[in-house]
């Protein structure tokens, strides 16, 4: 079996781009390889009495003359359509807001500071150091899609914001041509602000500049310091927020602030402390997923900005950003780039004698009476957002060199949800396509009979140890060999979306398989993750796709390169809670589900998470590497 890039020890290069090119259009999968692919999740998971039925609806509709070779056919005489941003095969019909229900974070190992100087200080450095991963994007042997310019996500992941009220797969962008923007918003009380970070040849400026600046953004806030909440807005459901937009947009002073707002590299959130109970790793997830409610740091953000950094008073810091627009490796490398810019030596402090650096401008709304009556709706929303939105966090060792990181994650998910609800469930873990589409994606699920059959084999005592060991490399095996598949643009569930969409835009009715209640079990994926590799010991965190699942963020912590330069002595910090750690690295592993539900219990999928990753890392040293 071939070795995963993401298994620890040494670095591996990525996978060579497939035959064709990047500027070829992505490959159209063959109508019975999908099929397939769909045959084995319905038979993992409906019952036995329904198998029947799901197996003719499938085999019907990819028979001759069936509803599937004809949209197949229609698929391939189609045009290949310029890429979009977001691709977004997963969301939904109904708009759900960006807090929890679509954005992703990154929760930073807690800072510590004395007080707001410290915090603007540390926020000052990490935004150069975002700035200099900004530049080097563009020559990272890594992301060679960034040495085409202008590269789409690139301008969307800066400079992009979800078009308020637009249809869910447009984000609005810097258009091609166009000089980039040379500022970033920066709220702080709930005020926001346009703060000048570049010079005007777009080199970044020096961090002495960068402090000075955001000095001005939080200074006194004068007769409008009780300024209405605007940020709430952004993160109601996208319908509300895009009545909310139109009726702002009315006011050319609303349209002036919001125009910066949109057109800006990122949002810097200068957050306000939170309770002393809240400062945990589960509490600052909370923090990075919604802010805590109207009382809290919500006001504080623009949750329609496509990345924001949090950077809190109390040392509570981390990264909101869209993973429908930018891959969370991307996000954790930027991060783990901008930790190491901000231990750097320190730069020479700004004096009078230096150019003057550009003062914050403060960005206006004009508050017209129809617009009153939103303001509440979002803070009723956001406040039972923040109550309703459960996150643990928990950490396990690493496994080394033992297996594939991520595809033993995925497979042990599905195990330990086989343990806490007696069935598998649909499960999906967004995949970049960025070697064949930039800026698309599709999701990859894990084998469903080879997970099945390891789920009871490891919860029967009397079973065989090398049976199980067999059973595990063979899930993992499809695993690996599927995600090299979706990487390849040949996933199975992008390409039956297309065909569900194919026959909508024909004006034909769906086909039977596709309002089938088997077809929708096989699409409600209750298990969403995502994972990212981290030097910093950073969080990932995400939220569930449907009321009854669980959003599962899991970050590879790598243990010290030993090629890696020594790293300066940092200062003495909070204790953080203490985890695993051995040759492998560790795992740090959120899980987010919603209160509202009594199916769902974090801890009950965490304990059952922790028991599957002993009982596979004991096979694996008993019985030695996949």
């Known amino acids: 079996m071939g070795r995963s890039p993401w298994v620890w020890g040494r670095r ?42 799901a197996q003719r609806l499938v085999r019907d509709f990819g028979a ?28 939904s019909s109904e708009r759900l807001p960006l807090p929890v229900h679509t954005s992703a974070g990154l929760v930073l190992p807690r800072q510590d500071w004395e007080d707001w100087r410290g915090q603007l200080a540390f926020a000052a450095r990490f935004v150069a150091g975002v700035l200099d991963f900004r530049l080097q994007l563009r020559w990272c042997p890594r992301f060679p899609a960034a040495a085409q310019s202008p590269e789409p996500w690139l301008q969307a992941a800066f400079g992009g914001v979800p078009g308020a009220g637009a249809p869910p797969d447009e984000v609005l962008r810097v ?21 000048e970070v570049c010079d005007e040849s777009g080199s970044p400026l020096g961090v002495p500049s960068l402090r000075a600046a955001l000095g001005g953004a939080e200074g006194p806030l004068g007769p409008g310091g009780g300024a209405p909440p605007w940020g709430l807005l952004t993160g109601q459901h996208r319908r509300a927020w895009g009545r909310a ?9 609303n349209r002036a602030s919001l125009g910066r707002i949109q057109r800006s590299l990122l949002a810097l959130s200068l957050d306000a402390p939170v309770m002393a109970a809240g400062r945990g790793p589960g509490g600052g997830a909370a923090q990075i997923l919604h802010g805590g409610g109207a009382g809290a ?17 109390d040392g509570t810091c981390g990264v909101i950003y869209d993973p429908a627009v930018i891959d969370g490796a991307v996000v954790a490398d930027m991060a783990d780039h901008a930790l190491q810019f901000c231990r750097g030596p320190d730069p020479a402090p700004w004096r009078p004698s230096c150019p003057p650096h550009p003062r914050p401008q403060r960005l206006r709304f004009s508050l017209g009476p129809e617009i009153g009556p939103e303001f509440e709706r979002a803070k009723r929303h ?49 995949t970049s396509l960025g070697l064949v589409l930039p800026g698309g994606s599709d999701l990859l699920r894990p084998p469903g009979a080879p997970v099945l059959a390891l789920a009871q084999a490891l919860q029967d005592p009397q079973q065989e140890e090398q049976l ?34 194919a026959a909508l835009a024909a004006g034909e009715p769906l086909p039977e398989l596709f309002v089938d209640p088997a077809y929708a079990l096989a699409t409600h994926f209750r298990l969403c993750t995502l994972q990212v590799r981290s030097r910093s010991g950073s969080w990932l965190v995400r939220g569930p796709l449907v009321p009854d699942g669980y959003g599962v963020g899991v970050t590879h912590v790598a243990p010290q390169d030993p090629q890696d330069p020594p790293e300066p002595p940092e200062p003495p910090k909070t204790p953080e809670p203490p985890f695993l750690e051995e040759e492998g690295g560790a795992l740090h592993i959120t899980i987010t589900s919603f209160n509202c539900c009594r199916e769902t219990h974090p801890e009950r999928l965490g304990g059952a998470l922790g028991g599957v990753l002993d009982q596979l890392r004991g096979l694996l040293r008993r019985h030695g590497p996949l």
């Open 64 to 91: 001759p003359g069936g509803a599937g070779p004809r949209l197949q056919e229609r698929l391939r005489r189609q045009p290949p359509a310029p890429p979009r941003l977001p691709e977004w095969p997963w969301g």
């Open 175 to 195: 258009p091609p041509g166009a000089s980039p923007p040379n500022f970033i918003t920066v709220s702080r009380n709930g005020q926001f602000f346009q703060v």
């Open 382 to 430: 956001l406040d039972s957002l923040a109550a309703d939105a459960s996150v643990l966090c928990v950490t396990h060792g690493g496994f080394g060199a033992a297996a594939p990181a991520q595809e033993l994650l995925q497979v042990a998910l599905q195990v330990a949800f086989y343990r806490s609800h007696g069935s598998l469930c649909a499960s999906c873990e967004p």
């Open 12 to 53: 591996r290069a990525p996978p060579a781009p497939p035959p064709g090119g990047r500027g070829a259009p992505p490959p159209l999968p063959a109508l019975g390889a999908t099929l397939g692919r769909l045959l084995g999740a319905l038979e993992a998971l409906v019952a036995p009495g329904e198998r029947e039925r």
């Open 297 to 313: 740091n919500s006001p504080n953000r623009w949750f329609d900005k496509t990345l924001q950094v949090v950077v809190g008073e």
């Open 468 to 501: 199980q060991v067999t059973l595990l490399r063979e899930a993992v095996q499809e695993q690996a060999r599927r995600r090299q598949e979706v990487g390849a643009g040949l996933g199975a569930e992008r390409h039956l979306r297309a065909l569900r969409e």
């Open 245 to 253: 937009y139109g009726l702002l947009m009315r006011d050319r002073l």
